[in-house]
Structure formats: structure tokens, C-alpha cells
């Protein structure tokens, strides 16, 4: 008879919380190899312009080109839009030897299929774009890319 | 002597320290998801090379003032029409059955004033310098867009699949199949209706 004494209250069992550590840790190693710490301190404001015919972009090839006003913690003299290569403001004519460089910075093998990824604030003007287009027709880095947001560009 | 067992280290806020680590990562994590239109620009300019002559009909005259406005082949247009003319010009093979350059595959009007094949068929887009560039990368999608479609339709009467498709499969790595027949197959529509988007140079009103 005793073998089917009902319980006394209706008490849960306490859940076991052994394996959250493991959880938790198993999160954060994915957190930490899908991280990518930024390259590059932006200066320049930089809210891209919608497109839909886009395509994907090879990171380990590319060089990029920040183009926009200046934001508030580098606000300088001009309050036109300025060109940022790497970590530093350049002038437009300046832009061939910046970017050469930056490319020199990359891989041997790749150095000869270098892409520019042009990132374009939407109020820029396209005379400037064109100016750093032509730089980097000098530079024979023919394959550019701009960079936008995915959305419809018509409304 | 008595033998003392070591006491035991309380792991307890070890999930703590986990969790502060996990929402640092969380924070800085930035998930780059880059894309953008692929454009190749021209050589650098050489003063030796007489520039071809190209017939005005096989050129599509896209202009852009400084008030974002559009003027097609001297007409003004809307954004939104834009993709349809240019699909229209390109696709026009304004050569007659039976002639060389003939496009056997062109579903235009055909109109002797409009291009002669997509192979000759160029589209100049040119902007001012105050145009914003909101304008001019919807142009060029615009216009990218034009291209596109027409790919897709030539590819999916040859191959049965989307031009577009099996391209960014491809970029992406995970097309399945022969991925070098498939490339051969992209470069045959490519030759078909190759893209020829000039640019000029801004002019400053």
C-alpha cells in the first residue's frame, strides 16, 4: 500500500540550470567568430541610397571609398562632402595615391583584381562622384562597386 | 593527519560572466551585409585613339539636371518610365529579316529609327554636377534594371533559368550543378545583349 502513497502538495521539481552556462557559452562563441570589429573609424556621414539590382560584394578583394559631409566629430572647415580613404580625409586629387596604397595593403594575389567599394552618402553630388570615378580611372582600378541599401529606388 | 578535502569552487555565477561577454558581442556584432551595383569603368583616357563614330539611333540619350530631373532622348520622363524606354531601345532590332546584324531574337517594335541590336545598342547617361546622387544611383539602377530583364528573358528562352538567378547563385557559391557550363552559359547571354552604359562628363548647371 505504501508503494502508492501519493505525494504531499503539488510541488514542482526545480528546473535544472546546469546546462544553461553551456547555452549561454555556445552563443557567445558564435557571437565572437560572427563578429567583425570595424576597420575603419567613420568620418564622414554615411546613409546610403536605395537600389535593387544589386549584387553581392567579395570582402577580401576590396578597398573602400567613404564619400559624405563631414559628421559632427569632424566637423572641419567645409561642410561640403569630403573623401575618406582608410582612416584619413583626402583631397579628390589625392585619391589615386590613397587608394593605390590601400590596395597595396591587401593580399599579393588579389592586388591585381582589386575592387573599390564606393560608399556614397545620398545627398553627396554626382560631380564629385564622378571626379573620384576619374581618379580612379588613372589608378586602372576599373572594377567599382557602389554600395546601397536594398530597397525599391523607385517609389 | 587528517586528509582535507578541497572545498568546492562555486561555479554559480558563472553564467553571469558568460551572459556579460554574450551582450558585449551582441552589441558590437555588425553583420556585414554589403551590396551594391557592380559597374567596370572605362581605360584611361588615350589622346591616340579616334573615338568610333556611333549612328544616332543606336544611342540612348539619358540626361540628368540639377533638380533631379529626367530628359530622355530629349523628351522629359519620369523615373518609373525609365526601365520600360530603355528596355523598348535596346530591344528595338530596327535591322530587317534577312540583313547583317539582324536581331532574330528581339521582341521590340523594330523601328528603322531605333537601335539596330542590343549588341550596338548604347545607352549615355550623363548628370550634372549638383545632381544628387540618390538620382543618379537610380538612374543606374534604372537602367541596370533594363539590362537585367532582358537577360533573364533571353536566358530563360535558352536555358530555361534566370539570368539573374544562377548569377548571384553563383557569386553566392551554393549553385548546384555544373557551375563552368553554367558560367559559359551566362557569358553567351552576356555577348548577346552585352551592357554599354557610357558616361560623360558632368556639366556644372
Redesign the interface.
Known sequence: MSKFKKKKGGELPPVN?AS??DI??M??FF??V?????KNDLKVLNQL???????????SRTVFIYIGKPSDNYKGKSKEAIVQIGDRIVDVSEVKTAILQEVSTLRQELQSSAIV??K???????????DV?QE???A?????????T?NS??E | MAKRSAPEINAGSMADIAFLLLIFFLVTTTIDKDKGLVRQLPPPLDENIVPPIIKQKNLFVVLVNSNNDLLVEDEPMELKDLRQAAIDFLDNGGIPAGQEGYCDFCQGSRSPSSSDNPDKAIISMSSARKTDYTTYIAVQNELGAAYNELRDRESQRLFGWKYTEVKAAIDAGNYEGNEEKAKEKLKQVRTLIPFKLSEAEPKSN
Open positions: 540550470t544553461l552556462p549561454v557559452f552563443l557567445l557571437f565572437m560572427a563578429t567583425v570589429l570595424r541610397p536605395p537600389a535593387d539590382q544589386i549584387e553581392k560584394l567579395d570582402k567599394a564606393l556614397i552618402d545620398q545627398d553627396a553630388e554626382a560631380g564629385l562622384v564622378y570615378k580612379l580611372r588613372e586602372n582600378l576599373p572594377k567599382i562597386i557602389f554600395i546601397t536594398p529606388a523607385v
